[in-house]
Nanobody, 122 residues
């Protein structure tokens, strides 16, 4: 397991934008598959977006065209840029990492960040 450090999040009105950042806390030569998940109150944790070892990305249908992930800060980082936010995007957002790429399945990831809240008001 690795320690993940998240930043960003906050409150915004519908249609606004936010950015979340995640990075592995200490330098390592090991390359991790990294993903963003979210969990709203009373709901199961769901995958938002993932970047595999080759930088290929996948998104949940609910965020396609609105959210973008990148690793501009290095291979063990993952930024999530969220545009055209909707009230239904309100959730706690978690960064996750693992030696294996589990896609958008939360059970496949062994390391998790502490979570950062995103609240979108109508």
């Amino acid at each position: 397991q690795v320690l993940l450090v998240e930043s960003g999040g906050g409150s915004v009105q519908a249609g606004g934008s936010l950015r979340l950042d995640c990075k592995v806390s200490r330098y390592t030569d090991t390359r991790y598959c990294m993903a963003w998940f979210r969990q709203a109150p009373g709901k199961e944790r769901e995958g938002v977006a993932v970047a595999d070892f080759d930088g290929r990305t996948s998104y949940a249908d609910s965020v396609k065209g609105r959210f973008t992930i990148s690793q501009d800060d290095g291979p063990n980082t993952l930024d999530l840029r969220m545009n055209s936010l909707k009230p239904e995007d309100t959730a706690m957002y978690y960064c996750a990492a693992d030696h294996w790429c589990g896609g958008l399945k939360p059970g496949q990831y062994s390391s998790w960040g502490q979570g950062t809240q995103v609240t979108v008001s109508s």
